[in-house]
């Protein structure tokens, strides 16, 4: 097994953040305190803090660290805020999240992945944070609307009935576009008029698919 990064690795990941433009200081200390090396695959362990995307088990990947130090800058968290997010995975993203607001709900359709990323989570003390085998185009046994959405998979288009989950003022990132190309994370805010659409940065994703996964 590898050794946990060095301090140095940590330092350049931080400062590669920055560079790029993160600049939310409470998102920098949070990637900062969550140790990534848990969520990538053993022999990847020595390039975790590396700005790359990285494979996991069941074809998906853990995305590289700046899409997510962005992704959850752009949410604008708040401590009060319940979030959902579609596409658990590794667990990475929930786990930052987690640190920055009251609630998690992750859905992932791969069984495999959940009951992993659940374990994880449960290690690191992120305790309000439910991991939730399902379909995120169909979220029936969610109950209650959220603050904050997040997709961490690619899709051709927002389901309407997941910006309906929106609490007003809410905020949802996702990558829109086609699942093998380049896709557009777009921001919506949810007004009192209707739901305001802002494109902000191109982004690879893999394909969010329906359905609960029948393999792995």
């Known amino acids: 097994?590898?050794?946990?990064?060095?301090?140095?690795?940590?330092?350049?990941?931080?400062?590669?953040?920055?560079?790029?433009?993160?600049?939310?200081?409470?998102?920098?200390?949070?990637?900062?305190?969550?140790?990534?090396?848990?969520?990538?695959?053993?022999?990847?362990?020595?390039?975790?803090?590396?700005?790359?995307?990285?494979?996991?088990?069941?074809?998906?990947?853990?995305?590289?660290?700046?899409?997510?130090?962005?992704?959850?800058?752009?949410?604008?968290?708040?401590?009060?805020?319940?979030?959902?997010?579609?596409?658990t995975g590794s667990g990475y993203q929930a786990a930052i999240l987690s640190r920055l607001c009251r609630d998690v709900l992750t859905v992932e359709r791969y069984r495999t992945l959940a009951d992993t990323a659940r374990t994880r989570l449960k290690k690191l003390g992120c305790d309000n944070v439910e991991v939730m085998l399902g379909d995120g185009f169909d979220l029936v046994t969610v109950t209650g609307t959220f603050d904050r959405v997040i997709v961490t998979a690619a899709m051709e288009q927002i389901p309407e009935a997941l910006m309906d989950r929106l609490e007003p003022g809410g905020i949802l990132i996702a990558p829109v576009g086609p699942h093998h190309g380049t896709q557009t994370l777009i921001r919506v805010i949810r007004t009192d008029t209707g739901f305001e659409r802002k494109e902000l940065v191109d982004v690879r994703f893999v394909p969010a698919l329906p359905g609960i996964a029948r393999e792995l």
Do not use: W
């Open 1 to 87: 097994m590898s050794a946990a990064p060095n301090p140095p690795e940590k330092m350049m990941f931080q400062l590669a953040l920055r560079r790029r433009g993160i600049s939310d200081l409470t998102v920098l200390r949070t990637m900062e305190e969550i140790p990534r090396e848990m969520f990538v695959e053993p022999a990847d362990r020595d390039n975790a803090y590396r700005d790359s995307a990285l494979g996991i088990a069941c074809g998906q990947t853990i995305s590289q660290p700046f899409v997510v130090a962005y992704m959850t800058e752009q949410l604008r968290l708040q401590k009060p805020h319940r979030v959902l997010e579609i596409g």
